[in-house]
């Protein structure tokens, strides 16, 4: 979906309003976006610490690798014409000639 950078999302006249040692959680901004806006990572581990290690106490480099490997193995190659495949393939070739020189 991607990050929306829209004046609204990222609320920088909000931001200016609330007094310095003052808070974000009442002013309308947060009441319109709180329930859409929160973004949980997908690799982060949201469990206790007791649950995280019930689970196989994974880092994020494992969970990283773990999801690396999910997504090669369900990758399904998208439907090519054959002349483009081709074109392409020629290209590459005259490319790895001309970068050898």
Same mark, same amino acid.
């Given at each position: +979906?991607?990050?929306?950078?829209?004046?609204?999302?990222?609320?920088?006249?909000?931001?200016? +309003?609330?007094?310095?040692?003052g808070h974000h959680l009442g002013t309308p901004h947060t009441m319109r976006h709180f329930r859409?806006?929160?973004?949980?990572?997908?690799?982060?581990d949201y469990?206790?610490?007791e649950q995280w290690q019930i689970e196989g106490s994974l880092t994020a480099m494992q969970r990283a690798n773990a999801k690396y490997k999910q997504l090669l193995k369900a990758y399904e190659r998208p439907a090519l014409d054959p002349g483009i495949e081709e074109a392409l393939r020629d290209y590459?070739?005259?490319?790895k000639l001309a970068l050898r020189g």
């Amino acid at each position: +979906q991607g990050i929306d950078l829209s004046d609204e999302a990222l609320a920088m006249e909000s931001i200016a +309003q609330v007094e310095p040692g003052g808070h974000h959680l009442g002013t309308p901004h947060t009441m319109r976006h709180f329930r859409s806006a929160f973004y949980r990572a997908e690799l982060f581990d949201y469990n206790s610490a007791e649950q995280w290690q019930i689970e196989g106490s994974l880092t994020a480099m494992q969970r990283a690798n773990a999801k690396y490997k999910q997504l090669l193995k369900a990758y399904e190659r998208p439907a090519l014409d054959p002349g483009i495949e081709e074109a392409l393939r020629d290209y590459m070739a005259r490319r790895k000639l001309a970068l050898r020189g």
